[in-house]
């Protein structure tokens, strides 16, 4: 059972390029969030996706863009990275939006040089 | 967002017990209380949550006190794979969850 899977693990951006983080959960989950977590910091919300079909604004998602393809999937988007969006992203979901608990992936780290 | 305060870090003997405190005096009466773990290099991984109520699960236990304003994880036997940072959340039932900074904790042989 993989649970929550990201790709890709590692990358490295120039500033200004773009790129999307895939994340997919085969636990039949209905909502996702995708975090950031900066060096000695806690997580912070970007995006969620309560139920398919609908995303919202977390604490920090100015310079980021989300998509909830279908119920499995859900990317995130760095339309033109910046090094303030050096960061390791993990991806979750949960059964539903009734706030029982999370499942994380295990990260995609990302330095924007 | 309702607020916790948790040490910055712990420290621990294998096979010995562990109380990780955290205060939230500024509890709703609809706020649970999580408490996801997150080893090096890895996501968070949840551990236990509660309302009122004492809880047990495999892993911990989660000790309320009566006015709910703190809370208790306990690790009955630590190991060295219980080194991890510890984060205690506050959330309604429909809140997404706010991580902070959390408890470090470092378990020596």
């Known amino acids: 059972n993989a649970g929550v899977t990201q790709t890709p693990k590692f990358q490295v951006l120039k500033t200004g390029q773009s790129m999307t983080l895939q994340c997919a959960q085969d636990?039949?989950?209905?909502?996702m969030y995708w975090y950031r977590q900066d060096p000695g910091m806690g997580l912070r919300l970007i995006y969620y996706?309560?139920?398919?079909?609908?995303?919202d604004k977390g604490e920090v998602p100015n310079g980021y863009n989300v998509s909830r393809l279908n119920k499995r999937e859900f990317s995130l988007r760095l339309e033109s990275a910046a090094p303030s969006q050096t960061s390791v992203y993990f991806c979750?979901?949960?059964?539903?939006?009734?706030?029982?608990?999370?499942?994380f992936g295990s990260g995609t780290q990302l330095s924007v040089l | 967002d309702a607020k916790t305060t948790q040490p910055n870090s712990m420290e621990s003997n294998e096979e010995e017990p562990v109380h990780l405190p955290c205060n939230h005096s500024?509890?709703?009466?609809?706020?649970?209380i999580h408490w996801y773990r997150q080893l090096p290099s890895q996501g968070p991984e949840y551990v236990i949550h509660?309302?009122?109520s004492n809880v047990n699960n495999r892993m911990a236990s989660l000790a309320i006190a009566e006015d709910r304003k703190s809370s208790t994880l306990i690790l009955h036997r630590a190991t060295l794979r219980d080194a991890a940072v510890y984060y205690c959340?506050?959330?309604?039932?429909?809140?997404?969850?706010?991580f902070g900074t959390g408890t470090r904790l470092q378990v020596f042989p």
């Open positions: 500024t509890i709703s009466g609809t706020d649970y």
């Open positions: 636990m039949n989950h209905n909502s």
């Open positions: 959340i506050l959330g309604t039932y429909t809140d997404k969850l706010i």
């Open positions: 979750a979901s949960s059964p539903n939006w009734r706030n029982e608990k999370l499942f």
């Open positions: 996706s309560a139920s398919e079909g609908t995303t």
């Open positions: 509660g309302l009122t």
